[in-house]
């Protein structure tokens, strides 16, 4: 059995993903990288098929019609051989240094962790200085320990650039994301938590996210026109805190700080559209969470995120982006 697998979603990255698999071959035999080749129409299958030639015992090679990000984790999820699993996009890549402390500290557990925790560095376009989401404040190091032990700050979230899973837990779920649809992986951050017992964290700079193609996925103009995806991650969010509600408390107040940043997130962008049409989908949401999940909307309307992006009127709605890039500036999302 792999330590590792490793799960590359590939739609038309002919052009970057060779840094990308170049980086987590560094891995060596411990790693078994699965390129998902999501009905690309470039030379991404070429390149992957090379890569399968050249790694035999490493690279494994999915070809399917497109269906989207989370089509592709489905895809690689059910061919993984590795104990853990961990997902990069295409033109993002992993520190080798950091890659083989990882490693070392899978292979030398003496029982498995259902969740692995580690840094992730936002390559931003244009920036002059990397930012790096580290957890040390908020987490024990060099030890396995439990939910009732987190203590991340408010504004730190486990996106899915930090994580890495045991591969049964997403297995046993199971995880199945929708297909044709951006921002899932806010989906694979959340919905597998509740299923997470022992979680270990290494302080070191494993991810690094390449952030600023206008192109991007999350890119602000990009995501307001894909806003109905974003709604639809959304909702399932609210959906899967609804649920959840007996969870251990320290792994539910995440779960829904999470989930109310999200939601923050897609009003904002409504905001930002500002048409009758997005003001009444804000309203829907908010809406379709008080119907859903009546304990956290009671949270999520109240709390600073909640009135923020809640003001009323013209002058509340400008407020509201004002804040919002206020946010941008901290956080250097989208």
């Known amino acids: 059995m792999k330590t590792l697998s490793i799960i590359v979603p590939c739609y038309n990255a002919a052009a970057y993903m060779k840094r990308a698999v170049t980086s987590l071959l560094a891995g060596g035999p411990a790693v078994e990288v699965i390129l998902v080749d999501d009905g690309s129409t470039d030379a991404t299958a070429a390149v992957a098929d090379e890569f399968a030639r050249s790694y035999p015992a490493q690279v494994v ?10 089509g592709a984790i489905n895809a690689g999820l059910k061919v993984a051989s590795g104990r853990y699993l961990k997902v990069v996009d295409a033109d993002d890549w992993l520190d080798e240094g950091a890659l083989h402390q990882v490693l070392a500290t899978l292979s030398q557990l003496p029982a498995p962790v259902d969740l692995f925790i580690s840094n992730y560095i936002y390559d931003k376009v244009g920036a002059k200085h990397q930012k790096v989401t580290r957890y040390r404040h908020g987490l024990p190091q060099n030890r396995v320990f439990g939910w009732d032990e987190v203590r991340l700050p408010v504004g730190t979230y486990l996106l899915m650039h ?20 951006f921002y899932v992986d806010n989906l694979f951050a959340l919905e597998p938590l509740p299923h997470t017992k022992r979680l270990y964290y290494l302080d070191v700079d494993l991810y690094h996210y390449y952030i600023g193609r206008p192109d991007q996925s999350v890119h602000e103009s990009v995501m307001i026109k894909r ?21 251990e408390p320290h792994l539910y107040r995440y779960m829904a700080r999470y989930t109310e940043i ?34 956290f909307y009671r949270l999520a309307r109240t709390s600073v995120v909640g009135c923020a992006v809640n003001l009323p009127g013209w002058l509340g709605r400008r407020t509201s982006v004002d804040f919002y890039k206020v946010l941008q500036r901290i956080y250097h999302f989208n």
């Open 262 to 295: 999200v939601t923050g997130i897609s009003s904002i962008l409504l905001l930002r559209a500002g048409t009758p049409a997005a003001l009444a989908k804000k309203a829907n949401l908010w809406r379709y969470m008080r119907m859903t999940a009546p304990h």
């Open 61 to 70: 090679v999915v070809h399917q019609a497109n269906a989207g990000h989370g």
């Open 162 to 181: 930090a994580l890495i899973y045991r591969t049964q837990v997403l297995r046993d779920l199971p995880l199945q994301l929708p297909t044709h649809t």
């Open 227 to 247: 806003i109905d995806e974003q709604l639809a991650v959304n909702r399932r969010m609210i959906k899967v805190v609804a649920e959840r509600q007996g969870l």
